[in-house]
């Protein structure tokens, strides 16, 4: 059973950029394939990112793509999501989701396939 601890989060004027950390413990980290996931207040859950136990294949929503980027530096057993070019839209609670999988390849959008989550980090944007 892997644990997922969020940091990062934050603060920050339209037009900014954050760089968020999800660092896993308890499990081999390069066995998960991993996703990041927002949920703004009264809103339901959404995908954001997603990338493969091997960091080569990755997803992005139509909705932050060429602005945010996920990665994941498995020698640290953290995976990464950079955001840029931040908006009042992007407000919400982040949070980082693993699934175990046996493809090095495979990634998903759908919440429902991952099985461990973080508690979120909050990131506010002003405009």
């Known amino acids: 059973q892997v644990q997922l601890v969020e940091s990062g989060g934050g603060l920050v004027q339209a037009g900014g950029s954050l760089r968020l950390a999800c660092r896993a413990s308890g499990d081999t980290f390069n066995m998960y394939r991993m996703g990041w996931f927002r949920q703004a207040p009264g809103e339901e859950r959404e995908f954001v990112a997603a990338?493969?136990?091997?960091?080569?294949?990755?997803l992005v929503a139509d909705s932050v793509k060429g602005r945010f980027t996920i990665s994941r530096d498995n020698a640290e057993n953290t995976v990464y999501l950079q955001m840029n070019s931040l908006n009042a839209e992007d407000t919400a609670v982040y949070y980082c989701?693993?699934?175990?999988?046996?493809?090095?390849?495979?990634?998903?959008?759908?919440?429902?396939?991952?099985?461990?989550w973080g508690q979120g980090t909050q990131v506010t944007v002003s405009s």
């Open positions: 989701a693993a699934h175990p999988s046996p493809s090095m390849t495979y990634t998903s959008a759908l919440p429902n396939q991952y099985t461990y």
């Open positions: 990338i493969s136990r091997s960091g080569t294949s990755t």
